[in-house]
């Protein structure tokens, strides 16, 4: 069986009562984006609560299409379809066979009719088409058995324009299109957890930039690029990020030189946190968004996650908060981040992080030790603002 449509559907959007249209459309431009990528040419369109994927042409990589289709945020189901023209019911029963036939090779299931007919001037109510196609479906195959309450194949019609037939649901990401809840700053680094964080933040139609914090030469150019090839699999799902390379070596080693070991990674991550929020402002993002979870190591407790929010003027998202670490890792492995996070390639958190670091800092203290920097530390923020590398991953908009 050749499939040459789909019906797209979603789930929150339908609760957007007025401003549904809106979310619909993002959900269209989202959807003609990911599959730009895909071999074939398509047409995507919306009528009447629908969105529908038509293939225009003659080939098309199927397998492709579908899994670029499940990285669209904002879908919930994606169902391979069979559109006929109108032809008459006798057609339509005959068709309806050829496809259970086609696409169910064994025939030991229960299924149900589900008729749904949008063109009121068919002849033929629901009603009757369900129990009319049950009936033929039977003498076509003895085996199969009706099931109205939990049935193994649901066999849906649709009577519009023209006749669409689907029982096929291939589960979507979910979530809301990217793009209609404003726009965010993810900290991304090497690990496992910030990729996650955008991935989830992304789900909920907020877009994504990145700045990355990189430590030449106690980093190499490889720690580089597996923050950049973490940022590529990222943006299959969220669309094109722009990553801001920050070079913060100067800037570490100086907290390193005038600040206490044991509160290195507090100071350190409080200026990162300053200078993400720097580039967001300029850039029109709306908040900051990071991978921590409560607990999980010493700058993330509760004491060490308020001392680094006391730097920030805007919100800061903070996805994972209460997953525990095989959760996070579950949902890497699920979108393709996990390897290239657990490859042996340390970044500059990990190279100045101390032996023995606060897990209770006290935000006054920190600031009095922070006084410790002088003036030169504002001169070092200024010069790595100024000399960032934005690189473009995922293509261009």
Known sequence: MVFKAFLIKYAEIGVKGKNRGIFEDALVRQIRYALKRCEGQFAVHRTRGRIYVDVLSEEYDYDETVEHLKKVF???????????????????????????????EDKHLTFKVNARRARKNYPLDSMTINGEVGGVLLNAFPEMKVDV??????????????????????????????????????????GIDSPVAGYMIAKRGVKIDAVYFHAPPYTSERAKQKVVDLAKQVAKYSGPIY??????????????????????????????????????????????????????????????????NEVCTMPVYRPLIGMDKQEIIDISEKIGTYETSILPFEDCCTIFVAKHPVTKPNVNVIRKHERFLGEEIEGLVETALATKEMVIVGGEE
Do not use: W
Request: aromatic residues 6%; charged residues 20%.
């Open 74 to 104: 904002g879908i919930a189901d994606i169902c391979p379809m069979v559109q006929v023209e109108d032809e008459g019911f006798d057609k339509l029963c005959g068709t309806l066979v050829q496809y259970m036939d086609e696409v169910y």
């Open 149 to 190: 309450h939990k049935p193994d194949v649901m066999l849906h019609i649709e009577i519009r324009e023209k006749i669409y037939i689907y029982s096929i649901e291939i589960p979507g990401p979910g979530g809301m299109p990217v793009g209609t809840n404003g726009k965010g700053m993810l900290l991304l680094s090497g």
């Open 243 to 308: 990553l801001h390379v920050v070079n913060f070596t100067d800037i570490q080693l100086h907290i390193y030189e005038k600040c206490p070991h044991d509160e290195l990674t507090i100071i350190m991550r409080r200026y990162m946190m300053r200078i993400a929020e720097r580039i967001a402002a300029d850039t029109e993002c709306l908040g900051l968004i990071t991978g921590e979870s409560i607990g999980q190591v010493a700058s993330q407790t509760m004491q060490s996650l308020a001392a680094t």
